[in-house]
DNA sequence: TATATCCGAAACTGCAACGTTTCGGATATA
DNA sequence: TATATCCGAAACGTTGCAGTTTCGGATATA
C-alpha cells in the first residue's frame, strides 16, 4: 500500500542482482503532487507524473499498483512538510506568535497543500482512506498549531477562557482556502495578517 | 450557449409540426446539479443526467452542445434559488437577521451550493467562464446578504464602523465550506450559530 | 385527420487514458 | 567478470465516456 511496505524484504527473495533505488521515490511522490495541485486528480495522468519526475511509466507501476495508491502516498507523505510542533514560535503574544508562524515558506506550502486539496475534492468523497489521509497529513497539523497557540494565551491569561477555540483554531485555514478556491485569489502575508487583525484577535478581545 | 439562447426563434424556422417542450429545461438542469453534486464534474456522465431525469441522452445534446454547457447552464440557473435580497430579515439587532436568514431551507440549498462547488474544483481552474458563474450564481449572493446586514448594523450604531465587513461577511461561509469539504460533517443549524456566536460577534466586540 | 417535429431508447463511432508489456542499455552484486 | 535486476522509452490492448445517429412512437399544429 504504502512505500514504507514496498521497502520491506520479501520472504524468499534472491540476493543476486542490482537492488531497487529507493532514494527516487520522493522525488516522484513530489512530482505527484506538482500535478495534483496543477490539474486535479481526474485530469492527472501517469505519464505526466513519470514526464514530471523524468522517469518511465513502468518505474512508477513497479512501485505503486495503481494511479489511487499512488496519490494516497504521496499525500500521506507530504505530512508535516513545514510544521514543527516541537519548536513553535513563543513571543510571549499572541498575535506574536500567529504572525511568526507564517513565514513565508510556510505560505507557500499552506497555498500547495490548499491546491492539493482542490486536486482531491471530487476523489475525497469516494475514497474514505483519502479522506482520513488528507485530514491528517494536510489539515489536522495546521489546526494543531492554532489550538496550542491559543490554548497557550488562555494559560497565560491574555484571552478569555471560554473562547471557541475548536472554530479560532481552524478560522485562518478556512479563509485561506475560501479566498484560494473560491475567489482564485492568493492567500498572501497581507491577507492572512488581514484575517487575524479583523476576525481571529477581536474575536478573544484583543485589539491589534 | 445559455438556454435562453436556445429559446430564441431562429431566422428560417419552419413553423409546423412539434415545437420543442422547453417546460422540462428546469427538471434536467436540477438533475445535472443532483448528479454534480453527488459525484463531481468529471465522474459525472451525461447518461447519468439522462438517466435522473427520465430524459434520453440525445434529448440533452439537442439542446446543450457539450457536457461543459449543461453544467455552465446549470450552475447560472441556480441563482438565488434561496436567497430574496429585497426582503431581508430585519430584527433590530445583528444576531437576530443573521439568526433568521438561517433558515432550514436555506441551510439545504447551502449544503447543496457547497458540493456543487466541490464537484466543480478541478474544473474550475481550467475554464475562467465557470469560475466567474460559479462566482456571480453560488458566492456573491451570499456574501451580499451578510454584508448587507452588516452594514445595516453599523448604521444604526450596533457594530463599530472600522470593522474588517469584507471579511466578516465571508466569515460563515468559509467555515461552512471548510467542515463540508475537510471536515466532512454536515453545517447544520447548531455549527451555523455556533460560528455566529462563537467567532462573528465577538469579533464585532457584541457578547450573544 | 395529416404531417412535421418532437420524444426516449439504444446502438454506434472515436478518442483518450489506464494499466501492461517488451525492448535495449545501464549498473550494482557476487 | 558474469549475472540478475534495475532503468527509461515506447508500443499495445482494454475500458469508459463524449458525442452522433437511428429507430418507433407520441403529440402539437394546420
Known amino acids: 500500500m504504502t512505500s514504507i ?3 520491506a524484504p520479501e520472504a524468499a ?11 527516487r521515490d520522493p522525488e516522484i511522490l513530489a ?20 514526464a514530471r519526475a523524468k522517469a518511465g511509466k513502468a518505474t512508477l507501476y513497479r512501485r505503486w499498483a495503481s494511479k489511487a495508491e499512488l496519490v494516497i502516498d504521496a499525500v500521506a507523505c507530504m505530512k508535516n ?4 510542533m516541537a519548536n ?3 513571543t510571549g503574544t499572541l498575535r506574536g506568535d500567529l504572525v511568526a508562524s507564517i513565514k513565508s515558506h510556510s505560505i507557500e506550502d499552506g497555498d500547495r497543500k490548499i491546491h492539493v486539496m482542490a486536486g482531491l475534492m471530487s476523489m475525497i468523497s469516494c475514497d ?7 485530514q491528517s497529513a494536510i489539515v489536522e497539523p495546521r489546526a494543531a498549531v492554532n489550538r496550542t497557540l491559543l490554548q497557550r494565551a488562555i494559560d497565560r ?3 478569555p477562557a471560554d473562547c471557541d477555540v475548536e472554530n479560532l483554531s481552524l478560522l485562518v485555514t478556512s479563509m485561506a482556502m475560501y479566498r484560494t478556491m473560491v475567489q482564485r485569489k492568493t492567500a498572501n502575508r497581507e491577507f492572512l495578517i488581514s484575517v487575524i487583525d479583523g476576525l481571529l484577535l477581536p474575536a478573544v478581545g484583543l485589539r491589534p
Do not use: N, Q
Request: avoid cysteine; hydrophobic fraction near 40%; glycine fraction near 8%.
Open 5 to 7: 511496505d514496498l521497502t
Open 13 to 23: 527473495t534472491p540476493k543476486l542482482g542490482r537492488k531497487r533505488d529507493h532514494t
Open 31 to 50: 512530482a505527484a503532487l506538482d500535478v495534483l495541485a496543477e490539474t486535479g486528480y481526474d485530469r492527472m495522468t501517469i505519464d505526466m507524473v513519470a
Open 81 to 84: 512538510a513545514d510544521i514543527d
Open 88 to 90: 513553535l514560535p513563543d
Open 128 to 134: 474514505p482512506g483519502l479522506a482520513d489521509a488528507v
Open 157 to 159: 491569561g491574555e484571552i
